[in-house]
Antibody
Framework: QVQLQQSGPGLVKPSQTLSLTCAIS??????????WNWIRQSPSRGLEWLGR?????????DYAVSVKSRITINPDTSKNQFSLQLNSVTPEDTAVYYC?????????????WGKGTTVTVSS | QSALTQPASVSGSPGQSITISCAGT?????????VSWYQQHPGKAPKLMIY???YRPSGVSNRFSGSKSGNTASLTISGLQAEDEADYYC???????????FGTGSKVTVL
């Protein structure tokens, strides 16, 4: 059974970097059958896909246009986890952040989700 | 990338059937058979209910079914039960550089 365990601070100051980690059990971040996503949810923006990382002979990543200039998603194979970094945050980045597994292949959906981390951007 | 359009709320009595629509464009819903649906109870993470338009993951009740016509996808819940009361979101692959787009969400109320 695949499980995702999220960790990271719940409060970030404006202009600083939001950093979250998602630890994987029951699967591998290096699996060629999975991709690893970050999604956020806020009352104003609803559910918003942020980006993903995946391994297909080499590491790749895709990012939402809305955050592309500020976001990095990195795998950590030594700890079997992946991370989200979002730079130069503003109060608009306040949201519940979820990590999720995507069953890679000829399809697109997220079948396993972390429990979510509430992040507030405030001084 | 605009969100997919869903009705804000849908309601029905126990035992009835309801349908939630999800309107997109030819770049997302209409162009690919990669529509998925998620159920979210308050304070919980989304749960996959339907993938690839009409397929149910193992463990999901067969009271949930999905379909698509043109640029609009639909989720039907038959034999409505109290436990079905939740928020429901559609999602689609999109050919824009943003891989996924989500729907605006629909609150299902069991009367």
């Amino acid at each position: 059974q695949v499980q995702l365990q999220q960790s990271g601070p719940g409060l970030v100051k404006p202009s600083q970097t939001l950093s979250l980690t998602c630890a994987i059990s029951g699967d591998s971040v290096s699996s060629t059958s999975s991709a690893w996503n970050w999604i956020r949810q806020s009352p104003s923006r609803g559910l918003e896909w942020l980006g993903r990382t995946y391994f297909e002979s080499k590491w790749g990543s895709d990012y939402a246009v809305s955050v592309k200039s500020r976001i990095t998603i990195n795998p950590d194979t030594s700890k079997n986890q992946f991370s989200l970094q979002l730079n130069s945050v503003t109060p608009e980045d306040t949201a519940v952040y979820y990590c999720a597994r995507e069953a890679q292949g000829a399809t697109y959906y997220m079948d396993v989700w972390g429990k979510g981390t509430t992040v507030t951007v405030s001084s | 990338q605009s969100a997919l359009t869903q009705p804000a709320s849908v309601s029905g009595s126990p035992g009835q059937s309801i349908t939630i629509s999800c309107a997109g464009t030819s770049s997302d819903v209409g162009g690919w058979n990669y529509v998925s649906w998620y159920q979210q109870h308050p304070g919980k993470a989304p749960k996959l209910m339907i993938y690839d338009v009409s397929y149910r993951p193992s463990g999901v009740s067969n009271r949930f079914s999905g379909s698509k016509s043109g640029n609009t996808a639909s989720l039907t819940i038959s034999g409505l039960q109290a436990e079905d009361e939740a928020d429901y979101y559609c999602s689609s692959y999109t050919s824009s550089s943003t891989v996924y787009v989500f729907g605006t969400g629909s609150k299902v109320t069991v009367l």
